[in-house]
């Protein structure tokens, strides 16, 4: 089972502020991506990597592809209330792979 | 706004009803899925449809049905579901076929009670 380990579980911080949650894997994955769920809603795709050492931004949102393709991390700058939700990293374990790996997510609030 | 439409958003229903759930895209995607969620928890895979052909059963109990009417509409049937049965139940497309590894869009979900 490829497994996909998320951190923090949750997060809470003010207005303003700079956060980094982390997904990390001891496998590798063809690709992988973020998404934010606000509740009673479904997720929400932000972003999908698949380079190694891949970075793209999102206004203030940076999301990178580690290296070995093990690893992400979402970086978000400024935080705004607006940014409160539940961040999921989900992969695909390799070509032809049907099964998505989900995180367990980061809850993140966003304080005023 | 999400591009993967699902209906009714809520549905409360006993344990001797019958309901369907309906999704619909029109992004021309060829592979759909049907989550299970429960709170607080990631979305588990419950059936894949590719090229409107069922490909995937993770093993889900025969009370859920799916039904694939074309390439736009997925259904899930339901009959004589139980308390445990009550979740957030997800919709997904993706723009190929099964095993493309194309990132996958949801719906907003029909939220399931049970009584």
């Known amino acids: 089972t490829q497994l996909l380990e998320q951190s923090p579980q949750f997060l809470s911080i003010q207005e303003g502020e700079n956060l980094t949650v982390y997904c990390n894997s001891s496998?590798?994955?063809?690709?992988l991506q973020w998404y934010r769920q606000e509740p009673g809603e479904g997720p929400v795709l932000l972003v999908t990597v698949v380079t190694g050492g891949e970075v793209k931004k999102l206004k203030r949102l940076t999301f990178q592809f580690g290296d070995a393709r093990k690893d992400s991390s979402l970086h978000i700058t400024a935080a705004q209330p607006g940014d409160t939700g539940l961040y999921l990293c989900a992969g695909f374990s390799g070509a032809g792979s049907y099964q998505l790996t989900f995180g367990k997510g980061t809850k993140l609030s966003v304080i005023p | 706004d999400t591009e993967v439409t699902q209906t009714p958003k809520h549905l409360v229903m006993g344990m001797t009803n019958k309901k369907s759930l309906k999704c619909e895209q029109h992004m021309g995607h060829r592979a759909m899925y049907w989550y299970k969620q429960k709170a607080k928890k990631p979305p588990e895979l419950m059936f894949v449809?590719?090229?409107?052909?069922?490909?995937i059963n993770e093993s889900v109990p025969s009370r859920f049905s799916p039904e694939c009417p074309n390439s736009s509409l997925l259904n899930l049937h339901l009959h004589a579901l139980q308390p445990e049965d009550s979740a957030l139940y997800l919709c997904?497309?993706?723009?190929?076929?099964?095993?493309?590894?194309?990132?996958?869009?949801f719906g907003d979900g029909t939220r399931l009670s049970i009584l």
């Open positions: 496998s590798v994955f063809s690709s």
């Open positions: 997904a497309s993706s723009h190929a076929g099964l095993g493309s590894n194309q990132p996958q869009h």
């Open positions: 449809y590719s090229y409107e052909k069922l490909s």
